[in-house]
């Protein structure tokens, strides 16, 4: 594990630093107070936490447009986040109320926002990546240049779709980013224990470009998912990008994560995307009064979420039962 | 009228259905230049080109789950898996995906998909290639399931379908590809729900949909000469159905058979006849009695298959029970 | 007579047929050293080690069909599908592959597999892991479905389940496994088709199973406090299922309800009162009516799940409607 | 396409050869009867005929042992009777009959013989590959030295479960032999247009080793197959094997393949496979007397296997339809 932390180039390195540090500062907070809410039975059900693997999906969020889609997947909060989702919407979602982003019917595992391109998270592993590679389809032949963006975990490596699809992209050429968050477990199960191919050497097999990037460092995520979703804007092809990332949490929110190794475990707030960015922004200067400010300024936005949030009325049973179909 | 094949009229739903609406696509194995496994394609990559009609690849989770994608993302995709058998490979995309979406997001979005699935035996091709598994979908909320007669319904329920927003199971009974039958000079869409009475009677309701109907005419033919007479509910689309036609017609004949080809334990008829037991049971003055394919796969010999098929003398043989 | 949770007796019947076949062997998602998502195969892996306890890859389809393709070679797997609604991505196994083999290859086969698969909702998880989808199993020829209630129903069931040269859908509630109940000091395996009398009574049959057993015990009670004296069946087996114990409680009561957490629609209650409408049409004298789950996806706030879920109000309002 | 034929190096070569031919040729004539048979109306149904294909279940064959599992595909006639399959039960089979293999129930798709280890032709394209796979997981724990090996076609590369158990096998170390019959076509549609992977590479991304052969010369592909069975037997790992193959009649039986470049069709006779391996007996030596008494032999067997599946009664529906269970 390389220490170095990443060099702010310039002033304007430092900027783009200090948003990236920004948004997965906000991801992180909101995911630890949804923690919080958990605990507190003001969120029902399972929630999955993205803790630790909030660099990927603020990186590539960097370079998309609003009319560009995403799949999300399970442990897709922070990926919903960076897309723009609205926070009110998305609170209340978890808590189940007429105001969250879908109206309470949803939860954790099914955000989605439309007005974003949203093809909404999934609680089938792998679900997404269909319905991404239909939508990068649906971006061709509208000849509009949006690309689609697929999450996945490397879990969902195993599943046949993810072959079908990487086949159909590439042979279709679509423009659909297959995004890997590989934390290396699959619930309570080590991935190497579960799938034994080299994704670089799979993208390879079909003539997909593939690259990697350590999800240490927000920057290299950014920059080598900029050069992908650039190339793909000109070629309209598919792409893969691995990132390494950490699970900090368990797999649902609850699991004590007894099968983990302590000493893994102790290791893993060296690999934090958050203090990494912040360590490479003290070095640049930034104070600690711009870090408070910042976590004031963000805490703020999720208490008022929060607030609203459970001001909101639950959701009316007469009417969810009447919005089954879309056809009036 | 003119004369129209079944499978033509397909085609011909699917044609009109392009040229008024650029968003319509058509994803399948084989349908492009090669025209589909049964023809019913034919003609339409040559007219709409390589932008609008795909060859898919072997791989049917893909091939409704991209279609499920791209409806998300403003195309309205006619997805054909070549069999209905081959369903299985894409249950997840259809239940998961594209049945729920509309619902589990609040209604922020709509999956404008139309399956197209050919169901049904006949053709001696064994017991992965014959089977008639529409009760699946009809018991999955947010998915619209039908399936078609005649050529006049199956157009205008295929128009209906690819119009609707939620996501279509359009079930094609294949032995009826070629089956020929009047066809409207201007053909109207059907809407969901509606069922058909195809003969008119006073004795006894039998209620069926898809091929089997061809059989219930038969079998009506054969009471009308034991001076039975039969009225023939046609169903058409099996969720929603038309429960408040077929309980009309209960209510004017008190008597009840429901006849299809797929197999009868579990199958569409059980709900029919449970829905009748409730609402209809005051109206009923005999058993209700259904009529399907035995609790076995689809065999492969023809004596076998035969035998296996429900046909007009077994239909004839429940008429004349509930008669009795 | 000890006390045991439901999910115990599920682990006790696994680790009980490993002893005695060390043919049989487990697949699942985290079933090994994790002891399975809901812990039912805790120390099996322990016990029996990693040939006889097998972490699955997340590839549902490979699980299913890998489980058959042993079983076609002498093993006797029991796969787990960690959430039924996964079972989308396994019915080519299941449906196509393992419920035909014996009869497409003229009885030369077996496939003793069993698919065990939890369903049912209560746990606010939303749409795509809350699905009751037995009734699909049950419309297909080849397969035999069971949902037990109790915990020695779940352990005598399961064991006839490994030992059965057929392929076995297992569906488990996951709202009961940390439920308790009466567990025989020597358990016995418990043969598929047989019905039990959860509850005798004279007014009304209610015919149910799975978890919806509880609430209809409880309305049960409700009822008689209203000077109803209803009379549970508790299926235990869905296919094949207890025509004949059926019927009889019917010819005693004369009045049936279905009861199930499935949606209603074309689910399992719909063949019961199917069949009870024509071999139990003398003896019936009022509606049959269902209760299951209104025809929508789960919803995922508690309030809206609540609502969805049918409980034991709405089986006491069906129960004095055909009493009325 | 080259044409040197094979070299018949020595007696011994010359022999298996001919055993290799003799395979072949059995299997040209039952297919070719089977088309007249179908032609007649004497089989139902519909049929895919393996012509052009028949060297590889026969280089196969010659290293298996009966215990050996095959999952057969369905156009997998020749995969059934290079393992040893009953003619007349075979052909009783397609002919419907009781005393088919499969009493008349499954039909050329569902040809199976346990004894022979066969886990079924199928239906399903790429439906045999997990049970090819289950079985090797049988034999591995069985401890038997046995392996399984699954025969698919080009098409079903493109089908996920391929993905999922090439996974498994390199996983769990299964002894499954993928083996591919390349014949460049998934029904009417060229294959190249259904899928754009690399074989070879797509097993490397698994760390399964690959092995080509063509199809054309059932000596290479015996050399080949012997090579990666004989390891398997060894290591008792996966392997793949592709061969290239030609399809000679249609997708099914009586498809007018019009779909085809007349031009390609034209010089399929230079990719078959029993003309090479004739053309190379000739050259050692083997005299057109030797070839007409084999085809005679054939010939009398296919007579005798058709009389008798002709004289076999049709099958009874009662006993049919009690016996969808084993359980008694
Ligand atoms: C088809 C399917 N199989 C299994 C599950 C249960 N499940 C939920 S998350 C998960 C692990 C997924 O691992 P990965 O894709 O790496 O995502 P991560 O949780 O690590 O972010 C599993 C097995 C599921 N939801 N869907
Ligand atoms: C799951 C599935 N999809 C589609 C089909 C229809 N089908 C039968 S054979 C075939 C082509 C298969 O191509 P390939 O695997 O290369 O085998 P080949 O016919 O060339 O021997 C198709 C699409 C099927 N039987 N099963
Ligand atoms: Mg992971
Ligand atoms: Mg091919």
Redesign the interface.
């Given at each position: 594990m390389s220490k170095k932390s990443t060099p702010a180039r310039s002033g304007q390195d430092t900027d783009m630093l200090l948003a990236c540090y920004r948004g997965m500062l906000r991801i992180r907070k909101v995911e630890q107070r949804l923690s919080k809410l958990f605990a507190d039975k003001e969120i029902p059900g399972f929630i999955h936490l993205s803790i630790g693997q909030e660099s990927v999906p603020v990186a590539i969020s960097r370079h998309l447009r609003d009319t560009d889609t995403i799949a999300a997947t399970h442990r897709g909060h922070g990926q919903a986040l960076a897309k723009g989702i609205d926070l009110t919407g998305f609170v209340a979602e978890m808590m189940g109320r007429e105001h969250g982003i879908c109206r309470g019917r949803g939860g954790s595992m099914h955000i989605a926002d439309a007005k974003l391109g949203m093809l909404g998270a999934n609680g089938i592993v792998g679900g997404g990546i269909s319905l991404a590679t239909g939508s990068a389809l649906a971006h061709k032949l509208a000849g509009n240049g949006d690309l689609a963006v697929c999450y996945f975990g490397d879990g969902a490596l195993a599943e046949g779709i993810f072959h079908e699809c990487l086949n159909l992209a590439a042979l279709w050429s679509l423009p659909v980013l297959f995004a890997c968050e590989n934390n290396g477990w699959g619930e309570f199960s080590r991935t190497d224990r579960q799938f034994c191919g080299s994704l670089e050497r799979l993208a390879g097999a079909f003539g997909v470009p593939y690259r990697y990037a350590d999800g240490l460092d927000v920057i290299e995520v950014t920059d080598v998912a900029g050069t992908l979703i650039a190339q793909m804007r000109e070629d309209r092809r598919p792409a893969v990008l691995e990132c390494r990332v950490e699970r900090f949490h368990g797999h649902y929110e609850g699991d004590p994560q007894k099968y983990r190794d302590p000493a893994e475990m102790a290791l893993l707030a060296e690999r934090d995307p958050l203090a990494r960015a912040r360590q490479a922004l003290t070095a640049a200067g930034v104070d600690t009064a711009r870090f408070e400010a910042l976590e004031a300024e963000i805490e703020a936005e999720i208490d008022a979420a929060v607030a609203e949030a459970r001001a909101a009325p639950i959701p009316d049973f007469a009417a969810a039962s009447a919005d089954v179909y879309a056809q009036a | 009228m003119e004369q129209l094949r079944f499978g033509q009229a397909i085609g011909k739903a699917l044609a009109d259905a392009m040229e008024a609406d650029p968003k319509v696509?058509l994803l399948g194995?084989?349908i492009?230049?090669?025209g589909g496994?049964f023809g019913v394609t034919r003609g339409l990559y040559q007219r709409f080109g390589a932008?609008r009609v795909?060859?898919?690849?072997?791989?049917e989770?893909?091939l409704?789950?991209?279609?499920?994608?791209?409806?998300?993302?403003?195309?309205r995709?006619v997805a054909e898996i070549m069999f209905m058998?081959?369903?299985?490979?894409a249950?997840?995309?259809?239940?998961?995906?594209a049945?729920?979406?509309?619902?589990?997001?609040?209604?922020?979005?709509?999956?404008?998909i139309v399956v197209r699935a050919p169901h049904g035996g006949g053709?001696?091709?064994?017991?992965?290639?014959s089977q008639c598994?529409e009760?699946?979908f009809?018991?999955?909320?947010?998915l619209?399931v039908v399936c078609p007669a005649t050529p006049a319904d199956a157009y205008g329920l295929l128009r209906t379908a690819i119009a609707?927003?939620?996501p279509v199971l359009y079930i094609e009974n294949k032995a009826l590809y070629a089956r020929k039958g009047e066809f409207p000079d201007t053909p109207a869409a059907i809407p969901f729900g509606q069922a058909r009475t195809a003969r008119a009677g006073r004795d006894v309701t039998v209620v069926t949909y898809g091929a089997a109907l061809y059989q219930a005419e038969a079998a009506a033919t054969q009471a009308a000469e034991k001076g039975i007479d039969v009225e023939i509910i046609d169903l058409r689309s099996l969720?929603p159905w038309d429960e408040a036609g077929v309980l009309a017609s209960l209510a004017r004949t008190h008597r009840l058979v429901i006849f299809h080809e797929a197999?009868e334990?579990?199958?569409?008829?059980?709900?029919i006849?449970?829905r009748?037991?409730?609402?209809g049971?005051?109206e009923?003055d005999?058993?209700?009695?259904?009529v399907g394919a035995?609790?076995?796969?689809t065999?492969?010999?023809?004596?076998?298959e035969s035998?296996?098929l429900p046909d007009a003398s077994r239909l004839l043989a429940a008429i004349e029970r509930v008669m009795a």
């Amino acid at each position: 594990m390389s220490k170095k932390s990443t060099p702010a180039r310039s002033g304007q390195d430092t900027d783009m630093l200090l948003a990236c540090y920004r948004g997965m500062l906000r991801i992180r907070k909101v995911e630890q107070r949804l923690s919080k809410l958990f605990a507190d039975k003001e969120i029902p059900g399972f929630i999955h936490l993205s803790i630790g693997q909030e660099s990927v999906p603020v990186a590539i969020s960097r370079h998309l447009r609003d009319t560009d889609t995403i799949a999300a997947t399970h442990r897709g909060h922070g990926q919903a986040l960076a897309k723009g989702i609205d926070l009110t919407g998305f609170v209340a979602e978890m808590m189940g109320r007429e105001h969250g982003i879908c109206r309470g019917r949803g939860g954790s595992m099914h955000i989605a926002d439309a007005k974003l391109g949203m093809l909404g998270a999934n609680g089938i592993v792998g679900g997404g990546i269909s319905l991404a590679t239909g939508s990068a389809l649906a971006h061709k032949l509208a000849g509009n240049g949006d690309l689609a963006v697929c999450y996945f975990g490397d879990g969902a490596l195993a599943e046949g779709i993810f072959h079908e699809c990487l086949n159909l992209a590439a042979l279709w050429s679509l423009p659909v980013l297959f995004a890997c968050e590989n934390n290396g477990w699959g619930e309570f199960s080590r991935t190497d224990r579960q799938f034994c191919g080299s994704l670089e050497r799979l993208a390879g097999a079909f003539g997909v470009p593939y690259r990697y990037a350590d999800g240490l460092d927000v920057i290299e995520v950014t920059d080598v998912a900029g050069t992908l979703i650039a190339q793909m804007r000109e070629d309209r092809r598919p792409a893969v990008l691995e990132c390494r990332v950490e699970r900090f949490h368990g797999h649902y929110e609850g699991d004590p994560q007894k099968y983990r190794d302590p000493a893994e475990m102790a290791l893993l707030a060296e690999r934090d995307p958050l203090a990494r960015a912040r360590q490479a922004l003290t070095a640049a200067g930034v104070d600690t009064a711009r870090f408070e400010a910042l976590e004031a300024e963000i805490e703020a936005e999720i208490d008022a979420a929060v607030a609203e949030a459970r001001a909101a009325p639950i959701p009316d049973f007469a009417a969810a039962s009447a919005d089954v179909y879309a056809q009036a | 009228m003119e004369q129209l094949r079944f499978g033509q009229a397909i085609g011909k739903a699917l044609a009109d259905a392009m040229e008024a609406d650029p968003k319509v696509i058509l994803l399948g194995e084989d349908i492009g230049e090669a025209g589909g496994p049964f023809g019913v394609t034919r003609g339409l990559y040559q007219r709409f080109g390589a932008q609008r009609v795909f060859d898919f690849p072997i791989s049917e989770a893909a091939l409704v789950g991209t279609a499920a994608g791209a409806a998300l993302s403003g195309l309205r995709p006619v997805a054909e898996i070549m069999f209905m058998d081959f369903c299985t490979l894409a249950m997840d995309a259809i239940v998961n995906q594209a049945a729920k979406a509309h619902f589990m997001f609040g209604g922020q979005t709509a999956v404008p998909i139309v399956v197209r699935a050919p169901h049904g035996g006949g053709v001696n091709a064994g017991a992965q290639h014959s089977q008639c598994l529409e009760a699946w979908f009809a018991h999955v909320p947010g998915l619209t399931v039908v399936c078609p007669a005649t050529p006049a319904d199956a157009y205008g329920l295929l128009r209906t379908a690819i119009a609707s927003p939620d996501p279509v199971l359009y079930i094609e009974n294949k032995a009826l590809y070629a089956r020929k039958g009047e066809f409207p000079d201007t053909p109207a869409a059907i809407p969901f729900g509606q069922a058909r009475t195809a003969r008119a009677g006073r004795d006894v309701t039998v209620v069926t949909y898809g091929a089997a109907l061809y059989q219930a005419e038969a079998a009506a033919t054969q009471a009308a000469e034991k001076g039975i007479d039969v009225e023939i509910i046609d169903l058409r689309s099996l969720q929603p159905w038309d429960e408040a036609g077929v309980l009309a017609s209960l209510a004017r004949t008190h008597r009840l058979v429901i006849f299809h080809e797929a197999v009868e334990a579990f199958g569409v008829g059980a709900e029919i006849a449970a829905r009748m037991a409730d609402v209809g049971f005051d109206e009923l003055d005999a058993p209700i009695v259904r009529v399907g394919a035995p609790f076995m796969p689809t065999p492969y010999a023809p004596n076998l298959e035969s035998a296996f098929l429900p046909d007009a003398s077994r239909l004839l043989a429940a008429i004349e029970r509930v008669m009795a």
